[in-house]
């Protein structure tokens, strides 16, 4: 097979000319086919504070200029170990929540085939409901690795159960989660009652939670995280507001006290090896954003999690 269509080459088109995709990727339809996806869920109907996250796939990749071809922390090419493609975005319905939902499920298994990788840029957090479906269909249970500040394993807001405050609770209750496998990072800030932590690991999450990374190595809490994940299909879910708000401050629901970026992409190299089968990267909110510092953080963020995917035999 021919070798990977690859980035527009910085050094014969500013980066700041054209199209944004991301990294400056093709899109889809000019690839004869693609391992992996990036795609954007424009979608925020979700929330319960701050709106703005629809327009995350846009912000994000407009910040994903600037990513460089070869990746010196795992020494890998991402874009060259495999073809990597933008999707584009799906059009999502944004007044009735039932079909947004539905649309990301039927849209993520139509672009997803039987063995492409996806990796979805938010929208908000309730999308990761659709999203783990697809990968239920595919896998079977899977390992969720969840990177928040927010446990979002809650029950329902003004009764509603599809929100971005509870993608988990309905997966576990669905059966889509492995409760020996997954795991919540970055965890901090008041919650509703003490029984909420309980009820998450009811559901079948252990948490790493923020104020662990003050105290504990790095290398350690990589440990932990992976031998929690094991060898099962890891679908990694990364909320942007796992990061403290000096580090991504455009944001829905920010939580002080939270992961700096270079802890997050640590954690993130640290998956290497893993069976990590999709992922998302949601919350993005650009209206909270200054000087793209969010957007950024989450374009490396989707960098370091298409550096770490197995490669695929091509
Ligand atoms: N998934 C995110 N970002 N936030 C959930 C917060 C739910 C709440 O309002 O308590
Ligand atoms: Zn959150
Ligand atoms: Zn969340």
């Not at 070798?3 to 700041?16: E, Q, W």
């Not at 499920?105 to 039987?114: F, K, Q, V």
């Not at 209750?173 to 496998?181: I, K, N, P, V, Y």
């Amino acid at each position: 097979m021919s070798s990977p269509v690859g980035p527009v080459d910085a050094t014969l088109v500013p980066r700041y000319a054209g199209e944004a995709t991301f990294a400056r990727l093709p899109r889809l339809s000019d690839v004869p086919d693609a391992d992996a996806v990036v795609w954007g869920v424009p979608f925020d109907a979700g929330v319960s504070y701050r709106p703005g996250a629809r327009f995350g796939p846009g912000h994000v990749r407009q910040s994903s200029r600037l990513l460089r071809p070869y990746n010196p922390a795992l020494d890998v090419e991402p874009f060259a170990v495999r073809q990597v493609a933008d999707a584009g975005d799906v059009g999502v319905n944004p007044f009735d929540l039932d079909a947004a939902v539905a649309t990301v499920e039927s849209s993520a298994t139509a672009l997803g085939g039987t063995r492409r990788r996806l990796v979805t840029i938010g929208g908000d957090h309730t999308i990761a409901l659709p999203l783990l479906r697809v990968q239920h269909e595919r896998h079977g249970p899977v390992a969720v690795l969840h990177f928040d500040a927010h446990l979002d394993t809650w029950d329902s807001y003004f009764g509603a159960a599809y929100t971005h405050g509870t993608p988990f609770r309905r997966a576990g209750e669905e059966g889509l989660l492995d409760t020996d496998h997954s795991v919540h990072v970055g965890i901090r800030g008041p919650l509703y009652s003490r029984l909420d932590l309980d009820e998450s690991e009811q559901l079948g999450f252990t948490a790493v939670h923020a104020r662990d990374f003050a105290r504990t190595p790095l290398d350690d809490i990589i440990n932990r995280v992976r031998t929690r994940l094991g060898d099962r299909p890891v679908y990694v879910s990364v909320d942007i507001d796992v990061l403290d708000p000096g580090f991504a401050p455009g944001t829905g629901t920010p939580e002080a006290g939270g992961l700096s970026s270079r802890e997050l992409l640590e954690v993130l190299r640290g998956l290497a090896g893993l069976n990590v089968v999709g992922a998302d990267v949601v919350e993005v909110a650009p209206a909270y954003d200054h000087a793209e510092i969010t957007g950024i953080a989450a374009a490396h963020v989707i960098y370091e999690l298409l550096s770490v995917l197995p490669r695929e035999e091509r």
